[in-house]
């Protein structure tokens, strides 16, 4: 399906929060076509943003604390350990995948992002929007391999509506976010999402929701659309493996990952630990964990009509069947 898509596309990975993207990772991997995360939320109401949450979750001398450390939900200190967590990651991945975008430049910001329907809200209390930020940061790779888009678009409220509304901005506007506009676009990814099947990770965050069906459902415009799910069969499912390299690049451990002590060498781990009690634990074999080497995803049937890779135009899916 997805090999039809030209060299020098842009392909979108559209993540609820940063930490996700290693759900799509065999769909980024050892591409050199222009690789743009973006960010719906920034994932500031993560109780590991508590004081007593990150003291709980920072494990010292086993994994990397952020330069800032978080003092609050919702606070700035959150929402910058946050993003320097993903760069730090992306950083360190592309170590090891030279096609990664991780050598991030100095960040710059979008502003004044047209809202005419009304559809954004980044804070909500009680019901109320308090709180709209009608701009993106963006961090454009400095080998010219891709991006990080930040949204801010509510950690625990994004609508599908707001995932629209952020794309359709990229895709309009690309060159306001320092994508190439003669580049054409490939393909978009969501993150991980599955809320039925007992052979999967139940997974049914409605952040994750909201992104998926949004790619399941409306054409974006941005080539094909593809949801991160698992135990799905059919013609319009796609099975990829993430490579052994980029596996342990991103979850390797030295010494045994459940003994306590063990150092959190790998990407994921050392730059994401401060967000679990625990290690992430990584599914080599089966789908029985958020983060797993053997992924599937679902190809929406929305926009598939121009591209003739499709078997038979495509088949009605939703990603929570």
Known sequence: MYAAVPDDAVVYAAMPHPDDEFQAWSL????????????????????????????RGWQEGLEISPSTTPVALEH??????????????????????????????????????????????????????????????????QQQRGALIA?????????????????????????????????PSGYVVSGYYSDHNVNCYEYSHPDHEAVARTLDSIDLGLGLQFVTTCGEAGKNVLDLTVSERA???????????????????????????????????????????LFMQKQTFVLSDVPVAAWDSVPDGGAAVSPSR
């Open 28 to 55: 980024l991997e050892d591409s050199n076509r222009f690789t743009v995360i973006v960010l719906m939320t920034r994932g500031e109401r993560t109780q590991h943003c508590s004081e007593r949450g990150f003291s």
């Open 76 to 141: 700035e200190t959150c929402v910058d350990a946050r993003l320097e967590s993903i760069r730090g990651y992306l950083d360190q991945m592309s170590q090891t995948d030279d096609t990664i975008p991780g050598d991030l430049a100095e960040g710059f910001t979008v502003s004044h992002l047209n809202d005419d329907d009304d559809v954004v809200c980044s804070r909500e209390t009680d019901g109320e929007c308090t709180q709209r930020n009608l701009s993106a940061e963006v961090w454009l790779d």
């Open 151 to 183: 949204f801010d678009l509510g950690d625990d409220n994004l609508t599908q509506a707001e995932v629209a509304w952020a794309l359709n901005h990229v895709k309009g506007t690309p060159a306001k976010f320092g994508i190439d506009p003669q580049r």
């Open 247 to 289: 596996a342990d690049a991103a979850f390797h451990f030295r010494g045994v990952a459940q003994v306590e002590g063990a150092v959190r060498q790998g990407a994921h781990e050392a730059h994401y630990g401060w967000l679990s009690t625990t290690v992430h634990p990584l599914d080599r074999e089966r789908q029985q964990q």
